[in-house]
């Protein structure tokens, strides 16, 4: 470590202690200007046998105790680091160089499992329903959900799952390492959106080596760390993929992809289907996906594809309107039908009728009747008229618009009367 970054640190260490209670609020805000403290930081954890490693986590302890949230997230941003010095100094069988840093992740799990008032605390997450509309998915867009006794039994019903109340810790053990850590982690991803661009990387890079170590798959990284197997759990690795996820979308593309692979590396191995499914969802959705690996400024946010909202009643569905369409399109087939047989050039159409009396039909749908000197009168005329009508289909082409219009008339009032079976009404003969 250098002298300089050295002295950063001591002056650090100093400053703090020197402040006033009214103070702290403007402190926690100055932090961030520290350009040079956030590396001297890293390079202190990094080394296990540093001897500002000590004060250095009992100051991390003071800011995370002492309720200025820009304070607690200062410390959470080290997370991933410590997580991985623990780690690392476990499989080593090394643990007395890392005594501050279980004391440092230990004391940061008993302020978290606990509220203001000492109490513990119950955590509660509200399982998404495919039902209702959010900003992943919207209802519509999946199609009809079947209506069966069950999903109505269901239906407005939202299922919650609890966490905890846990256990306090004052030491780990193979136990309860995991079940601390996965607990931290979960902690991390609710703050992700404030950690720096370094605490991404630091993430990705505790997902990889965890993952990969002892394994052939790190010779295939060049990771020349520790070789020794680590042990994982599958609550562990979904609270990873949770925050490699968010990395990928905010500038971590490079680290975050191989993190990912790492992850379903280990869970294959280790048949996690919790992390499978986490990660395979993700690693699909990434696909097309114009991901930027300069996004590291500016608004932090992770991209999700929104349905677009459709109208809420079908094109097909059906409604009274739909229906007497459906009525008219058919009434007008039938008469086209009915047209089209009539209106066949020299094709005489027969007459039923009930009243005995002979003849034959004319194109345009009037009958012919003998009369006794010997000539055709049609039906149309009510008066007896003594107009004569030819039969050549070449009169019928050439008459008039009205002419057709009484042939339709004539031809459907034929349609009606031989389906309601009612009798014509007797006409006179002559």
């Known amino acids: 470590m250098l002298a300089m970054d050295q002295g950063v640190v001591e002056e650090w260490l100093s400053e703090y202690k020197t402040l006033p209670d009214n103070a702290v609020s403007n402190y926690a805000s100055s932090l ?46 080290f997370l991933p680091e410590l997580l991985w010095s623990l780690l690392s100094v476990s499989a080593a069988r090394d643990p007395h160089t890392s005594g501050c840093i279980e004391a440092l992740l230990l004391g940061i799990y008993n302020l978290e499992i606990v509220d203001k008032d000492g109490q513990s605390k119950v ?51 193979a136990q309860n390492r995991f079940e601390v850590l996965t607990f931290l982690l979960l902690c991390y991803n609710a703050a992700l959106g404030y950690m720096t661009a370094t605490s991404l990387q630091s993430l990705c890079q505790l997902g990889s080596r965890v993952c990969i170590c002892g394994y052939p798959r790190q010779q295939m990284r060049r990771y020349k760390g520790i070789s020794t197997r680590m042990m994982v759990t599958s609550e562990f690795l979904v609270q990873l993929v949770a925050g490699i996820h968010y990395s990928l979308w905010n500038g971590e593309v490079e680290l975050g992809s191989k993190a990912l692979d790492d992850v379903l590396y280990r869970a294959q191995l280790e048949l996690f289907p919790e992390a499978l499914l986490v990660g395979n969802a993700i690693k699909s959705s990434l696909h097309g996906a114009a991901l930027k690996s300069n996004n ?87 008066l007896g008229s003594a107009s004569e009508v030819s039969l050549d289909p070449r009169v019928h082409d050439s008459s008039s618009r009205g002419q057709e219009v009484r042939r339709q008339k004539s031809v459907r009032r034929m349609v009606e009367n031989e389906g309601s079976g009612s009798t014509s009404t007797g006409r006179s003969q002559y």
């Open 32 to 77: 961030k200007d520290k350009g040079a403290l956030v590396p001297a930081l890293y390079k202190v954890i990094r080394e296990n046998y540093s001897d500002l490693l000590e004060p250095v986590c009992h100051q991390l302890f003071e800011f995370y105790r002492s309720g200025e949230l820009k304070l607690r997230r200062f410390t959470l941003q």
């Open 296 to 382: 590291k400024e500016g608004a932090r946010s992770i991209q999700v594809e929104i349905t677009p909202t459709s109208s809420r009643i079908s094109r097909n569905a059906v409604t009274s309107l739909s229906i007497r369409g459906h009525r008219w399109k058919r009434n007008e087939s039938q008469e086209v039908s009915v047209d089209s047989e009539a209106s066949l050039g020299g094709v005489a159409v027969p007459e039923i009728s009930v009243t005995g009396v002979s003849g034959e039909r004319m194109p345009n749908g009037d009958s012919l009747r003998s009369r006794p000197d010997g000539r055709a009168q049609p039906d149309c005329d009510p």
């Open 123 to 173: 955590l509660s997450f509200t399982v998404p329903s495919l039902s209702k509309p959010s900003v992943y998915h919207e209802p519509s867009a999946i199609g009809s959900i079947a209506l069966t006794e069950g999903a109505l039994a269901n239906h407005g019903l939202s299922r919650v799952v609890y966490s905890g109340p846990h256990l306090q810790r004052e030491n780990f053990t």
